[in-house]
């Protein structure tokens, strides 16, 4: 599908179009209503072209990827939900970049080489760096697992 037929759906709120072969994300700038935008099992290797969605995405589904950044992210203001489990992410400092993102709660990293090297629980690191965060992983941090993140354990 080209970005043409896709711009025609103007008042799509979900668009899967996982398991595509799409190994590059384009500007779709007429969905200004789309809300989750599914990218899974594709090919893609750098996040961008969210600028035009960024103010009404909430979600957006890219696990099983080639993503080593996080950059691109910074036009989604409504964002609470990244899935980007099974990509390339190697530095934790690239979680870091999730922070403007004000709304965010919901982080799933599974699969990423990041894990391989943490040295101690990876949920702990990650609620260190976003403190706000209410989903890691699939586990629902209570107020142990917070209390462990800030070191009153």
């Given at each position: 599908?080209?970005?043409?037929?896709?711009?025609?759906?103007?008042?799509?709120?979900?668009?899967?179009?996982?398991?595509?072969?799409?190994?590059?994300?384009?500007?779709?700038?007429?969905?200004?209503?789309?809300?989750?935008?599914?990218?899974?099992?594709?090919?893609?290797?750098?996040?961008?072209?969210?600028?035009?969605?960024?103010?009404?995405?909430?979600?957006?589904?890219?696990s099983?990827?080639?993503?080593?950044?996080?950059?691109?992210?910074?036009?989604c203001s409504k964002l609470t939900t990244l899935y980007i489990s099974n990509n390339k992410i190697k530095n934790w400092d690239e979680i870091d970049k999730l922070n403007d993102l004000n709304q965010i709660a919901n982080l799933n990293f599974i699969g990423n080489p990041i894990y391989e090297q943490a040295k101690e629980e990876p949920l702990i690191i990650v609620l260190k760096k976003i403190m706000t965060l209410k989903n890691i992983d699939g586990r629902i941090i209570d107020e142990s697992?917070?209390?462990?993140?800030r070191g009153n354990v």
């Open positions: 599908m080209d970005a043409p037929v896709l711009n025609s759906l103007v008042k799509c709120k979900k668009l899967s179009l996982s398991s595509n072969a799409i190994d590059k994300m384009i500007n779709l700038p007429n969905l200004r209503n789309l809300e989750i935008l599914s990218l899974g099992r594709n090919m893609i290797k750098k996040i961008s072209g969210l600028e035009e969605v960024g103010n009404s995405l909430k979600e957006l589904w890219i099983y990827n080639y993503i080593e950044k996080l950059d691109g992210l910074q036009p697992i917070l209390e462990r993140a």
